[in-house]
DNA sequence: ACATATAATTGCAAATTGCAAGTTATAGTT
DNA sequence: AACTATAACTTGCAATTTGCAATTATATGT
């Protein structure tokens, strides 16, 4: 376990495991394509079609039948841009802002348990690290897509 | 950016897309699913279809037809357990191998060039506190999934 | 006005998945 | 030994998801 790649890999795969977990939570059973699309519209001011589908790394044209089962779901909205016609913005249904809460705050009641297995200086270590690390990745060159953050 | 979750999503899909495009290097042209897969047998010593399954989140069935076109591609190699012949023990064929490993490669060294815009101590934290994370997530009981690490 | 470029959608064929049923092998019971 | 239950893996089939090429509608540049 020296190996820089297969720490992250084994974090990354577990936490990718608990969100698809945390997919039926609250009654309601949304995929995990559907709950990644959820909190990227949701933590972004009025996104275009293209810009999430981007930050997801999702064709455009799948993402574009995404959307639409999650508008049928009433869990999103599809809002025509004033501003530039053949743009529509995307944001989140009352509805689909409850079910997202819902999950990031399951995520978080999860994160937390793991974090009582440390002392509080570790979680904040933890912490630190993570944000450092995604600053990092930020300005690399190489992971083309554009996740901000 | 307070939330811990906000922190761990962006990462992992951060990483996820380097995992993505890591799948087309060296001339060989593999799904996400098919280098995870790679990955982990990589990983496990003669591991049988289910325990790789499962450490994958995979329904055994799926993950029967993915280890089936591995093994036609010629990368993965199926071999009867002789104590119990009703499992199968999984394993990397050399061209496997070097898939695996080329993969490995890029992806230690994009870790590489996102660990040159901190200092050397700052690595070091990063990887202590992944490495850390990673026990923790493997005490806690929610995450069902036995990814051993 | 015309050509070109961009955002999003649609059609269609191919790949991926999930469930139920099937196969083969082990384990336990009488 | 015969009988039942269970476990590991596979297959058939229907449904969902995807990827590519073509299409629509709007915007931009000359």
Redesign the pocket.
Known sequence: MENPRELFQIMTRRFGLLNKYCCSVGGCDI?L?QSHLLYEIDRRHKP????V?EALG????????????LIQMNLVK?TP?P???????LSLTAEGKMIAGMIDQQMNDYLDEVFSYMTEFEKETVLRSVKLFNEAMGKSSRCSAPVTG
Chains 1, 2 share one sequence.
């Open positions: 995929s394509a275009s079609m293209q810009e589908a999702t064709e455009v044209t799948t993402f574009s039948r995404q959307v639409q089962s599809k841009d501003n530039d016609r053949r743009v529509y913005t």
